[in-house]
């Protein structure tokens, strides 16, 4: 009985139920399917979580960094959240609600857990507070935790509530909105839908996931344990080469090192794992060099070149002082 799955689950988890249905076929409810949901609910607010725990020093009224001055990284991110309101909002229209259920599941997943968060860890812990990168970060984690309360407000009421009432108080104050069901729904900025973006990322995303690829077959042969200890060669033809080359690739691939070296063709044979088509092939992964930072865990040949801080590496030393 509905009782039943609110005094285990909670009313959440039921209206999620609901909303995960696809009412035009015979609706299905069983343990699994609860427990399913239990996760991908345990995800979304996990994520939402994670971000909110990011924005304890930022007040957007000081520290918000304008769209032009932001890394390709988060406009990136930027990018999926106004495909994401856009396929929501659609879908609310339309009364597609399992849809909306998905929608939300995969981007907390997928773009968000598995991409863009991974990879954001790094700045957001290690690079000094005030950085224009760390504040960018910052920037594009509150409009994503803004948007994405708004978009489950319907769904996960109680959620997205408390969610709301957690806000910096400005963001709050600025509209006047004591609650997040008295909001307007999101309507992303029209810069944020950057085609050429989207390709150039659809790229080299690939390329991160052959990569990531690489780094596994040496975890299994126990040459890494993280993928930190790790020091990348990568082989990559015009003019892929010159589009990785814009990227801090170390920070992307979260690893400690890379080498990037041009080629005219990948050779067909001695590589680790190859993607000829793609025009890159990681030619092989091997123990970074220098010693591990204890600050931001990445191994540099700077570690113990400091006196005063014998431990840490140029990095960590700068953003410390």
Sequence with gaps: TPQEVIKQSGA??????????????????SPEILNQLVEAYRKIRNTCRFLLSNLYDFDPSVHRIPYAQLPE????????LAKLARRVRQAYEEFEFHTIFHELNN????????????????????FHRDSPPRRGSQTVLLEILVTLTKLMAPILSFTADEIWRMLPESVRKHPNVPSVHLASFPE????????????????????RTVVQSALEVRR???LIGSSLEA??????????????????LASFFIVSQVELHPVEQIPTEGMLVSSPGA?????????????????CWNYRESVGGHAEHPTLCDRCVEAIR
């Design 12 to 29: 959440e988890i039921l209206r999620l139920w609901v909303a995960a249905q696809d009412y035009r076929e015979d609706l299905r409810i």
């Design 73 to 80: 990284l988060d406009r990136w991110a930027l990018l999926q």
């Design 107 to 126: 981007f907390c997943s997928v773009e968000m857990s598995a991409v863009y968060l991974d990879i954001l860890k790094d700045r957001l812990y290690t």
């Design 188 to 207: 992303p900025d029209p810069r944020w839908s950057d085609t050429a973006l989207m390709e150039r990322w659809e790229r080299m995303l690939s390329v």
């Design 220 to 222: 299994r042969e126990k």
């Design 231 to 248: 020091r990348v060669l990568l082989q990559a033809t015009h003019p892929i080469h010159d589009l990785l080359a814009t990227l801090d």
């Design 279 to 295: 025009g890159f092939a990681v030619q092989d992964v091997v123990k970074a060099a220098g010693l591990k930072c204890e600050r």
